[in-house]
Nanobody, 118 residues
Framework: QVQLVESGGGSVQAVGSLRLSCAAS????????MGWYRQPPGKQRELVAS??????NYADSVKGRFTISRDNAKNTVDLQMNSLKPEDTAVYYC?????????????WGQGTQVTVSS
């Protein structure tokens, strides 16, 4: 089984910063992609940022403000969030995708709340 443990959420004022971390443990063999998603109140879950084979992908709304990074040795993925805005308020989820014994897997973290006040 695989576990994803997220940390770093909380409350911050606008233009502040937060750093989210996600640590994966368990039966992990080959992680292809790691990413962060968020679900604002009353809205659908959306991609924030992902990293695959060293390539990063960001939602337009966070480009230039958020940075995703990955430590392959530790199986961790972090999200540095700067210049936060109230519209960044959401539950943030970590996600990993990979293959194990030639079968794909897809795991999500439990979510961490980020609240940005104006």
């Amino acid at each position: 089984q695989v576990q994803l443990v997220e940390s770093g959420g909380g409350s911050v004022q606008a233009v502040g910063s937060l750093r989210l971390s996600c640590a994966a443990s368990g039966s992990i063999f080959s992680i292809n992609a790691m990413g962060w998603y968020r679900q604002p109140p009353g809205k659908q879950r959306e991609l924030v940022a992902s990293i695959t084979a060293g390539r990063t992908n960001y939602a337009d709304s966070v480009k230039g403000r958020f940075t995703i990074s990955r430590d392959n040795a530790k199986n961790t993925v972090d999200l540095q969030m700067n210049s936060l805005k109230p519209e960044d308020t959401a539950v943030y989820y970590c996600r990993i995708q990979g293959t194990r014994w030639s079968r794909p897997y897809d795991y999500w973290g439990q979510g961490t709340q980020v609240t940005v006040s104006s």
